[in-house]
C-alpha cells in the first residue's frame, strides 16, 4: 500500500420510517417503542460488524507490517552476508 489510502465502508443497514409530520405523531407509542427496538437491535448488529472489520484489518495490516519488516530483515543480513565474504 502507498503512504495514502482512502478506504471507504458502507453499510446497508438502515431505517426509513416517518413516524410525524408537520409536529404530529402519525404512529402509536407501541409502534414507536417496536421501532426503538429495531433500531437498538440494529445499531448492535452494526457495531458487531464494525467490530469484525476492524479486527481483520488491524490482523491484515499487522501481518503485512510483520511480513515487510521480515523480508526487509532477510535482505539486510543477505547484504552482510555478502559484504563478509
Not at 495514502?4 to 446497508?12: A, D, E, L
Not at 407509542?29 to 457495531?47: G, H, I, P, S, V
Amino acid at each position: 500500500m502507498g503512504k495514502r489510502n482512502i478506504v471507504g465502508v458502507r453499510c446497508s443497514i438502515r431505517m426509513e420510517v416517518p413516524i410525524a409530520q408537520s409536529g404530529h405523531l402519525l404512529v402509536s407509542e407501541e409502534y414507536l417503542r417496536f421501532l426503538t427496538t429495531l433500531a437498538n437491535q440494529k445499531m448492535e448488529l452494526n457495531r458487531q460488524r464494525t467490530d469484525t472489520f476492524l479486527t481483520r484489518y488491524i490482523d491484515q495490516v499487522t501481518f503485512s507490517s510483520f511480513s515487510m519488516a521480515f523480508e526487509h530483515t532477510l535482505s539486510l543480513v543477505s547484504l552482510l552476508n555478502n559484504l563478509r565474504s
